[in-house]
């Protein structure tokens, strides 16, 4: 794909897996490789989520520090703590939008990492928003909504490994928030991107003017936590739109251990 960032690449498909309910889990092995262009390529995308070319370089020459300084100190989460385990929620959050935009064509704006107030913590409201027009028929205009759970440590626990059906139950609260989070993002992007302002603003009103809603489940695991016969067990029958609701997993090795790696190459660039 022409959009595609390098890193996209590693996302190798796998064989799904089905529920014993007969739902369909599709499976990404996120597949990391030892390449010094594409980490730099990834790492430096990933800090444009919290903090804009243009916004580094204001601030550090405005507050003669350097910019790892203050990516480090008041944009990107710290290594212990809370910070570890928003690192981790983050990175799951990040890495599902890049997904969408890559394989779903969907434009997900970047406006929930970019002005916390505490940098350690999560932001409320939906976790990912996807949007997609259709030039011919409004009708078929279409917002997914993302549930994202990350277990990136080396745990084996059950709470670890239960993270899909975690995802699953938090979803349900996405029918009373995605339109908060809609106008949240919309109001953010009229003073940094008019052109996702004006995509967002179609998706203001659903009652006048329709558009299709489609949730979704993700759990983002190390390989210790991915766990098939625990995925094989959710349940997502009780789910408000459990016909339509999409589940994915992705999984990696030593996952704990990349992200760490990439926080601090993001500090660099």
């Known amino acids: 794909m022409e959009t ?17 309910e007969g739902k369909q889990i599709e499976v990404f092995h996120l597949d990391i490789q030892n390449d010094t262009a594409i980490f730099e390529e990834w790492a430096k995308q990933f800090r444009r989520n919290y903090c804009s070319d243009d916004e580094l370089d204001e601030m550090i020459s405005s507050m003669n520090i350097s910019s790892k300084e203050y990516l480090k100190n008041f944009k ?11 690192m981790s929620g983050d990175f799951g959050e990040i890495l599902v939008s890049d997904y969408l935009e890559n394989f779903g064509k969907y434009v997900v704006p970047r406006t929930r990492y970019n002005s916390k107030v505490n940098k350690d913590t999560s932001t409320q409201g939906s976790d990912v928003l996807g949007y997609k027009k259709d030039s011919l028929n409004t009708a078929n205009d279409e917002v997914v909504v993302i549930e994202v759970k990350s277990s990136s440590s080396n745990s084996r626990s059950f709470e670890a490994k239960n993270k899909l059906q975690e995802a699953i139950n938090h979803s349900d609260k996405d029918f009373e928030r995605f339109s908060t989070s809609i106008v949240a993002s919309y109001l953010k992007l009229k003073s940094s991107n008019i052109e996702q302002a004006n995509l967002l603003k179609r998706f203001l009103n659903i009652t006048d003017t329709p558009f299709n809603v489609i949730y979704g489940a993700v759990a983002v695991h190390s390989n210790q936590s991915f766990n098939i016969n625990i995925l094989k067990n959710v349940v997502s029958k009780h789910h408000r739109d459990y016909q339509r609701l999409r589940l994915l997993v992705i999984h990696s090795d030593e996952l704990m251990n990349f992200i760490k790696r990439l926080y601090l190459k993001a500090s660099e660039v």
């Open 4 to 20: 595609m960032y390098s890193y996209m690449k590693y996302l190798i498909q796998e064989e799904p897996i089905i529920t014993d």
């Open 76 to 86: 990107l989460p710290s290594d212990f703590g809370i910070g570890l385990s928003t």
